[in-house]
């Protein structure tokens, strides 16, 4: 993978600004959708923005960050078309892409040291997914997305 989107809100956004250096070491083309600063800002708004780059085609693949990666995924998985993991460590974000084809990866600047996020990424952008036994998996995920009524309370 040779580019990827990347968002935080306020609190990734120090870890974020590593990442995207780390990347550009790498020569891996980065496009930062947002924040641009620590200001308090809401993560279902910068999810919005990097998840519209995903599914317009623009990107295959995007990384967000925000305190824990819990409420950034949350609202990143809400827009058709994108499967976000939170990940923690590199089994984690292996594992997304081959068994699950995430397009998107959330992890938390308040959790995760800048080391590992490197790790993270570096694995999350070279994976590929293993599909098998898991596409069938990962098909019955896009049915229920596709159809709201599948889901049986």
């Known amino acids: 993978m040779n580019k990827v989107v990347i968002a935080s809100d306020h609190g990734g956004f120090a870890l974020k600004l590593e990442v995207i250096k780390h990347l550009k070491s790498k020569n891996i083309a980065v496009e930062d959708v947002g924040t641009h600063n620590e200001e308090s800002c809401d993560y279902p708004d910068i999810a919005g923005l ?10 295959e693949r995007g990384i967000l ?5 819990i409420g950034i995924s949350i609202a990143a998985n809400k827009h058709k078309g994108i499967y976000c993991a939170v990940v923690h460590d590199h089994f984690t ?9 995430a397009n998107v990866i959330a ?11 490197k790790e993270i990424v570096d694995v999350f952008l070279s994976e590929e997914f293993e ?5 069938r998996r990962v098909n019955k995920v896009k049915e229920i997305e596709n159809n709201q009524e599948s889901i049986k309370n």
């Open 50 to 59: 990097l998840c519209k780059k995903i599914t317009n085609g623009e990107y």
């Open 131 to 135: 599909s098998g036994r898991h596409n």
């Open 65 to 69: 960050i925000c305190g824990t990666g």
């Open 93 to 101: 974000a292996k594992m997304c892409i081959r068994h699950n084809n």
């Open 107 to 117: 992890f938390g600047g308040r959790v995760i040291g800048i080391e590992i996020a």
